[in-house]
C-alpha cells in the first residue's frame, strides 16, 4: 500500500519527522512517500496559512494522488481536507482529524496538547469541523516562549508532559492528543507520567489511512457530482481535474 | 492480535454473520473470538433491551478481556460501550461508533439505513452520545414488514438498495452507514448500485479495534480513577474488577 | 397511591434514608414501597456501575410495577430510566430527571453539588439526556477525603454549604441541587445559609411521581410500539414482559 | 394553598375555561383566583401581543402575589415568566413551561399541537427558552380557517386529534401537549384516539405550582440580587416592588 | 433620513448621551430624534424592568413609526425588539443586535465589557436570542461598588480599560462590545489602549439603522402575517394597528 | 471612501455584474475598485474551488489592501474571509456574511434561495461559520437545468421568485437572501411578488463595507497577535506581508 503523506508547510526537517513517526508506526507492507510543500510558510499557525497551504496541498494531491492508495494531510488543522475530498478519488485523511476520531474511540473526552497560544483558535474550528465539539475537554497550550520550533518538543518537554497532567486532572480529560507537527513522536517520551492514553498525530493518521484505503478502495462518490469548470492559470493538473465532470 | 466480538443478543446464526465478515476484513495476524450473550433477547431494538445486554456485556468482558487485545461490541446501538471502557484496560470498540467515526473519515455528512424504524430513537441517541451529531445527515429505515430478522438482508436488498440511493439524494448524504447486526455483509453487494462509499459495520469495528490496539495496546487510564467497591450478587469475575481500585 | 421506590444500590441504609425524606414530602394518601437492589454495589459512581444498576432495576420494576401508581428510580443519575419507560406502563421517574426539572422552574441556571469528583461525568451525561444543559451553571464537588459515604452529609455539611454559596456566586446559579443519594435530607439543614432555593432530590421525585400519577394514570404509549422478543436466562416476569408485544 | 391564575388575554371566558380544567386538576386542599388581563387583546398570538401581556402580568402580580402561595401564567408561550420571577417570591410556573417539563417525564420527545400556523415561532422560542428543545420532536398546527378562537376546539376536535396521531407516527412523538388556551379540556376527549400521553397545560400547570408551593414555599432567592430603582408613571405596586433591594 | 431613537428608560441624561454619539456617527443627511420612556425605570438592568420597558416602546413606536425611517431601541438587551418587529413596517434596530452583528464582521469571537454583574444574564439572553452564542468570547463586567450611573463611565475608566484588555488576553476575544447605555461613548477615549477594535454601541446602532432604511425601506412582509385583534385599555394609535390585519 | 470589490471567481462578466450594483447602492462619496482573480475556475461552487479562490484573494488584498478603505470578497461562500482578517489592517467583509448579518435586523429567520443545488454544502458551511445556523428556515435551490451561469438569473426570475414564496409560507422564512454571484440584482425585479424583504448580496456587501471603514478604519488588532514567517514561492507582496510581527 502506498501512502503519500504531505507537510503543508515548506520545512523539510518537519517532513522527515512526520514521516519517520508515520513509518514507525505504519502495517508491514506500508510505503510512505513524503512530500513538503513547493510553497507556503515554515510552519503554520493561524488560518491566513492555513489558506495558503490547502491550496498547495490541492495542487500535489493533482499530481500525486492517482499513484498512491491513500494521502496524509500532514499538519495539524488538516489545512485543505475538505476541498480536497471533493476532488480526488482516494482515501484522504487530516492528521487533526485521524487523532480526534482516534482519540473518541479511546475515552469520553479528549484534550489538545500544544505549544504555542496562536494555534487554539485554528485547532478550535477544526474541532467543530470534524463534528467532536461535544468531546473536547480543553485545549492547552504552553505559554513561555520557546527558541525553535524543530527544538520545542525537546526543549519543553517536561512543561508539555505537566500540561499533559494538568488537563487530565483539571479538565477531567480521559485522552490527550499531541498537536502540532513539531511535536511529532513526542508522545512516546512523556506517555508514561501521564496516566491516560496519549494519541500520537501522526501514528494514527497513516493508521487510519490504511484502514480507509483498505476497507474503501475507492472512495469516489463520497461526496456529491461536480460539474467540470473552466478555469485559468492553474497547474496543468490541476486544470484538467477541475474540468472533469464527476459524478 | 486476539479481538473479542461480543454479539449481545443471543442468535448464534447473528454472531456467526458477524464474525465472518469481520475476519474477511481483519489483517491477516488477526484471530477474532466471537461470543454470543449467555442471557438476554433474540435481537435487539431499544433501551430496555441495549440496557440488559450491556450488563451482559460487562459480565463476558470480566471472563474474556484479559486474554484479548481488543474488543467489539458487536450490536449497532454499542449497548454497555461507555461502562466497559471504565473497567477494562484493553481498547473497546462499539460496533456503531467504529462505523460512524469511519464514515465520518470519508464524507462530510453520512446517514445511517436500517430494517426497522423502531431502531431510530436508540440510534440517534447513539450517534449524539458519539458527538456526531452534526455529521449525521438522516436515518432511515424500511417501513413495510418482513418475515424473519435473519432473513432481512436478503429479502429486503433491493429495498435497502433503494433506501440508501434515496438519502444520498434527497439528504445530500456523501456516506452510508448500513446499521443493525442482521445487515451485515450486506454491504459488498449493493455498493456498486449506489455510487457513495457504503460502510460495514462489523468491518469498520475489527478494522478500529486492530488499529487501536497496535497503537494503544494498554488503554489503562482512559478513564479516571475509580475506588473499588463492595458489590453482592455478581458473578465472581465482575466482582474481583468492581472491587479493584484503580487509578 | 402506591409509590415504589427502587434504590438502586445494594446499601440497605441509604434506602431507608431516601424513603424517609420522600414520605416527609409525600401527600397524605401516599405510601410508599422502598427496594433495595439485590444485587449490585454499595453505591453507583461511574457509568459501569450505572449499567448494572440499570438492569436491575428493570428487575425489580418487572416483579413490582403492577403493584404500584408510580416509580422512584432512587439514585441521582437514573440508572436504567430510559430502558424502563420502554417497558412499563406506570410513570417512571428518575431522581434526577425530578430534580432538575423541578429546579428549571424554580430558576434561569442550576448547579448540581455533589460529594465526589468520580460523578462528575455521570452527571454531565444525565442533565445533557435530560435536555436540560443550556440550563445548567456548573457540577460542584469537594475534592477532599471523607470517612465514607453514609457520613459524608454529616461530616461535609459545612463544606458542602459552602459549595452551594460558591455557585451561587461564582457561577451566577439560581437554584442549587444536591445530589447524591448519601446527600439525600441534607438541603433542610443548609438551606437557610444560602439564600437560593435547595432542591432535595427525594422530595421532589415523590412530588413528580405523585404528579404523574395523578394525572396520567396510564401512561402506555409513552414510548413507540414495540414487538415481543424472545429472550433468554432473563427472571420469569422480565422474560414474560419482553414476549409482549405492546401497541 | 391559594393559587393566582392569571390568563394574560382579555377574554374572560377563556379565563372561566382555563379555571374549570385547573379546578378539577387541583389537590383537594387547594384554591383558584382566576383573574383576567385588566387591558390587553383577545387572545395572544406572536410576540408583540405577548410583550404587552408579560407587563400586564407583572402588574397582577404586583397587586396579588402576596394573597398566594403561587402564580400560573396561563397563556402558552408564559409571557412574563422570566421577568416575573425576578420579582415576586412565591414560586410562578408558565402554562408552557409546566406542560413540556411534565411531557419530558413521561417520555423521550414530545410534539406540540396547535390550532394556528402564526403561533408556531412563538412557541418555539419559549421551548428553547425552557433549554428544551432537544426534546421537542415538532410543532404541528391546523393550517385551515375555523369559526372563533372560543370555539375551535369543539369545531376543530377531529382535525385536531388526527395532528396528535400524525405527529406520533411521522415525527415519532412519544407524548403531545395541546397547546393554546383556547385547547384547554381537549385533551380528556380525544386521549383515547391518540395512544400516547395527552398533556393538559392546566392541568400540569395548576400541578406543577402546587408542587413547588409544597415544596418551595420562599422561593426568594431564586434569582439574583436586584437592586432597587426609581420608576415613573409605573402602577403603585409595581412601584413599590422595583423600589425595594433584594438579595 | 429621519430615524427615531428610543431610550426605553426614564433618564433624560442618558437618553441626551445616547443621541450625542448616535448624532456623531451619523451620516450628513440624518436627523435623528430622540424619546425618553414616558413610564418606566431609572435604568434597566434585569428581565423584569426589560419586560416593562418593551411594552413602553411598542407604545412609543405606535405614536411615532410612521414619521420615521428606521427606529433603534437604545438599551443594550433590546427590550422590545422582537415584539417591535411584528406591528411596525419601518426597519427597527437593536442596539445590543447591532453592536453585535458589527463585532462580528470585524473578528471571530467578541467579548461584551459592562459595568454591573446584574447584566450577566440579560445580555447572555439577548446573545442567545440573536443566534451569536457561538461567537461570544466572554462577558466581563466590573464587580465593585459604583457612585451612579450617569458618573459610572468616567469614574471607572481605568477599570474598564482595564477589563477590555483582560478579555483580549485570557479570554481570546478580537473584538469588545462595551455595552450598556451609561458607557456610551466610552470606546473612543479607552480605544487607544486596548488593541483591537471596540464597538460603540450607539454608532453601530445608528449607523446599521441608516443602511437598513437605506436598503430596505419597506421592512413590511418581514414578519409573517398577523391578523387583527380586539383589545382593551391600550393607548390609541396601538389599539388602532393591533387590529389591522397586516400581511 | 475606496473599497475594493473581489471577484474570486475568473469571469468579468460576474465581476462587472456585482461592481453595477455595488455602485448603484453605494454612498455618493464611495469609489468602487473591481478586481477579478487573475487565476481560478469560472465560478465556485465547493470547497475545493474555494479553497483555490481563498489563497488568490489572499494575494490580490496583499496588493491592494494597502489602498483602500475596505475590502470585499464578492463569492457568496466567502473564500478566504477568515484567513484575510488575520493578514489585513481595513475592515474586510464577505458577501455572504455581510448579507446574512442584515437578514438578521430584518426578521427572525432567514432563508438563502440559489440556483443550483450544489452550492449548498458550502453555503451551509458558511452559515455555520458566521454563527447564525439557528436563524437559518432553510436553503432551497433550483433543481432543474439551466443554460449559462451569467444567464440563470434571467432564465430562471420566474422560478427563482417562486422558490421565494415557497420558502416563506412552507420554511415560515420572514426575509431571504438570493445567494450566488449570477443572481446579483436580481432581488430589484422579483422582491415586488415576494412579500418580505429580499437582501441584495453585493448591496448588503457595500453598505456594511461602508459602515465599517467608516466606524473602525484601523481594524488592526481585530485577530490576536501572529508572528512573522519565513515563506517560499508566494507573490512579493504577501511573502513581505507574511514576514511582519504583528500585534
Known amino acids: 500500500m502506498r501512502i503519500l503523506l504531505i507537510n503543508p508547510n515548506i520545512t523539510q526537517s518537519v517532513t522527515e519527522q512526520l514521516a519517520r513517526v508515520a513509518e ?47 494521502a496524509i494531510i500532514a499538519a495539524f488543522g488538516d489545512p485543505g481536507l475538505w476541498a480536497a475530498r471533493e476532488l480526488f478519488d482516494i482515501p484522504i485523511v487530516g492528521m487533526a482529524e485521524a487523532a480526534l476520531h482516534t482519540a473518541a474511540m ?21 474541532v467543530r469541523d470534524c463534528g467532536l465539539a461535544s468531546r473536547l475537554a480543553a485545549i492547552r497550550s504552553l505559554t513561555s516562549a520557546f527558541g525553535s520550533v524543530e527544538m520545542v518538543a525537546d526543549e519543553q518537554e517536561a512543561a508539555l508532559a505537566d500540561l499533559c497532567r494538568r488537563t487530565v486532572r483539571e479538565d477531567a480529560a480521559d485522552v490527550v492528543v ?70
Open 24 to 70: 514507525a508506526a505504519a502495517l508491514p507492507g506500508t510505503r510512505i512517500t513524503a512530500r513538503t510543500a513547493p510553497r507556503g510558510v515554515s510552519y503554520i499557525s493561524d488560518r491566513a496559512e492555513a489558506q495558503l497551504a490547502g491550496a498547495v496541498v490541492l495542487e500535489v494531491l493533482a499530481d500525486e494522488a492517482a499513484h498512491h492508495d491513500a
Open 106 to 126: 479511546l475515552g469520553e473526552r479528549f484534550s489538545i496538547v500544544t505549544f504555542a497560544p496562536a494555534l487554539g483558535s485554528w485547532y478550535r474550528d477544526c
Open 178 to 247: 499531541l498537536a502540532g507537527a513539531p511535536l511529532a513522536g513526542l508522545s512516546a517520551r512523556i506517555a508514561g507520567s501521564v496516566g491516560v492514553p496519549l494519541v500520537e498525530q501522526a501514528a494514527a493518521a497513516v493508521a487510519q489511512a490504511e484502514l480507509l484505503a483498505r476497507l474503501h478502495p475507492a472512495a469516489r462518490g463520497a461526496v456529491r457530482n461536480r460539474a467540470g469548470k473552466q478555469s485559468l492559470g492553474l497547474p496543468a493538473s490541476l486544470t484538467r481535474l477541475l474540468g472533469q465532470d464527476h459524478g
